[in-house]
């Protein structure tokens, strides 16, 4: 069974950094693509940012300069460094991992940014 575990939300305030944690079980990890999508209250799940197996990465415009996705396959995880954190950043963090069957998805995570 697929388990999808993300973990480093939180509060923190503007300007902040924070590091989302996302950690794969039941699955071979290094040939899964890798991503982080967000949902602000009241809107849609949105892209932030995914890295394929190669390491080739992508990210939304909002984010780009200020977070950062990477992985480490030895320990099954990919990470997302978020830095110069906005009050409009703040959203449920939605880890996911995808193969050729699907997508598997975490339970979320909460990033708050506020002062």
């Known amino acids: 069974q697929v388990q999808v575990v993300e973990s480093g939300g939180g509060l923190v305030q503007p300007g902040g950094s924070l590091r989302l944690s996302c950690t794969v079980s039941?699955?071979?990890?290094?040939?899964?693509?890798m991503g982080w999508y967000l949902q602000a209250t009241g809107k849609e799940r949105e892209l932030v940012a995914d890295?394929?197996?190669?390491?080739?990465?992508r990210s939304a415009d909002s984010v780009k300069g200020r977070f950062t996705i990477s992985r480490d396959n030895a320990k099954n995880t990919v990470y997302l460094q978020m830095n110069s954190l906005r009050p409009e950043d703040t959203a449920v963090y939605y880890c996911?991992?995808?193969?050729?069957?699907?997508?598997?998805w975490g339970q979320g995570t909460q990033v708050t940014v506020s002062s």
């Open positions: 996911y991992a995808r193969d050729f069957f699907g997508d598997y």
């Open positions: 039941g699955i071979n990890f290094s040939r899964l693509t």
């Open positions: 890295i394929r197996a190669g390491g080739t990465t």
